[in-house]
């Protein structure tokens, strides 16, 4: 995987405004945030994309990130907050080492806008579809 400004901040190479730190996770302040509070969740290993992330790694994550939210709620007083994790360009990853984007939703005008270009699932499509990813899981 190539070297990227995360792991530049793992390695204390370059600053952050560090949140919370264990063997596997880091946390820290987004520099450009979406609203106060917005804060990446990273795994120190170096995975680009969650589905190449280790289960070790993705189990730190897991155990942690609710506390993290927590501690938004806490500190920014906004009860309501999108978690996001980008895979891939084209799905707006500007960096390519595995975070979960913690984004507090103070209101209409701050945090993550989202569109969401829903289309009905008939009923036989989806029981392929699931049928496909259920042998895709064995
Ligand atoms: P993504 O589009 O999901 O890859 O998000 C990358 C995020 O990393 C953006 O929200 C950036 O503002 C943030 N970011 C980039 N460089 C830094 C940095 N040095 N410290 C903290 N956050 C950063």
């Excluded at 190479?13 to 450009?32: G, S, T």
């Excluded at 189990?59 to 007083?77: F, K, M, N, Q, S």
């Excluded at 969401?116 to 036989?124: G, I, K, R, S, V």
Aim: hydrophobic fraction near 45%; glycine fraction near 8%.
């Amino acid at each position: 995987m190539s070297e990227t400004i995360f792991g530049k901040i793992i390695r204390g190479e370059i600053p952050c405004h560090k949140v919370y730190e264990d063997d596997r996770v880091l946390a820290f302040l987004d520099i450009n945030p979406l609203s106060r509070g917005h804060t990446l969740v990273i795994p120190k290993e170096p995975a680009q994309t969650l589905d190449t992330l280790s289960e070790e790694s993705a189990a730190a994550l897991g155990r942690v990130l609710p506390r993290i939210c927590r501690a938004v709620i806490a500190v920014t007083g906004v009860k309501e907050y999108n978690v996001l994790e980008n895979n891939g360009g084209g799905a707006h990853q500007a960096i390519a080492h595995v975070h979960f984007h913690i984004i507090p939703k103070p209101n209409h005008a701050e945090g993550l806008g989202i569109g969401w270009p829903m289309q009905p699932l008939a009923p036989p499509t989806g029981a392929a579809l699931a049928a496909k990813l259920r042998a895709a899981l064995e």
